[in-house]
């Protein structure tokens, strides 16, 4: 999915929540308008969309009136168009907001990527390799351990023996995930895979991916990636017919008149942007 980020700071008055509320300007209160607004949006933009938000900073104490908070925001769409348009909206939230609790704000982006440009023809040639390598078999200690992982609160449920098998070609519409990558499918034309690190039916961002990427599951899984990656680069050093048919559709899926225009704008990557 195409992905804009951006950090919204809230700035009030601070005073004595309980002496002289009055006198204060809660930061805060300007956080929790703004993301009350963006809550409302929901049921008026399009179904795929995802938007995400943590409140970095909230105050320090409940008895001072906070005259900073941070809310951190995501905006995701399987078109960057639609992330443009409905960021500006998150915008004027956060505009709003400042104005009906008497606080300011200001906006700094963090992050923006483009969604990836598909590849058929890369996409079945990487494809045709994975077949040929295959999937992956436990061994009875790697088995246990799935098991046992598989039990636990939050997994999906799913065979374990499917990580034996190589999935039909999904291209499009398959992942919900958002990369640089994507910029760089608008570059060149750009292939990959995903293969079975995690215990099947792990959801990304748990405790499960971790307690699985970092045994032999996950190196076998790595292992069968490197090796569909290499035959496909080995194909195409070979080969320079699926190398000019793989830009023809690059070319078309693009359009002529396409202008590469960064989400995040001209700024310097945010390299402390977890601070």
Do not use: C
């Amino acid at each position: 999915l195409a992905n804009k980020s951006a950090k919204f700071r809230f700035k009030g008055i601070s005073s004595h929540a309980a002496a002289a509320p009055d006198r204060g300007r809660s930061a805060l209160d300007g956080v929790e308008v703004m993301n009350y607004a963006v809550n409302m949006m929901r049921e008026h933009i399009p179904s795929a969309t995802r938007i995400h938000y943590v409140i970095t900073n909230g105050g320090k104490a409940p008895n001072v009136v906070p005259d900073f908070a941070e809310v951190y925001y995501y905006v995701r769409h399987p078109s960057r168009q639609y992330v443009a348009s409905i960021w500006e909206r998150v915008q004027k939230a956060a505009q709003g907001a400042a104005l009906a609790t008497g606080t300011t704000v200001e906006e700094e982006i963090i992050g923006g990527v483009h969604e990836i440009l598909p590849n058929d023809v890369l996409s079945q040639l990487m494809h045709e390799n994975l077949k040929d390598i295959g999937g992956m078999k436990y061994t009875p200690e790697e088995l246990k351990y799935a098991e046992e992982i598989s039990k636990t609160q939050g997994m999906g449920i799913r065979e374990l023996s499917s990580v034996e098998t190589i999935e039909p070609l999904a291209n499009e519409g398959l992942s919900s995930a958002s990369t640089d990558v994507g910029d760089v499918s608008w570059a060149v034309p750009t292939v990959g895979l995903r293969t079975a690190t995690w215990v099947p039916g792990t959801p990304a961002h748990s405790w499960q991916a971790v307690a699985a990427g970092g045994t032999s599951i996950g190196r076998k899984g790595m292992v069968i990636a490197a090796k569909a990656l290499a035959t496909t680069a080995i194909d195409l050093f070979q080969n320079e017919k699926i190398i000019s048919e793989a830009k023809a559709e690059f070319e078309k899926r693009r359009g002529a008149d396409f202008t590469y225009k960064a989400l995040v704008g001209d700024r310097k990557p945010a390299l402390n942007y977890r601070d």
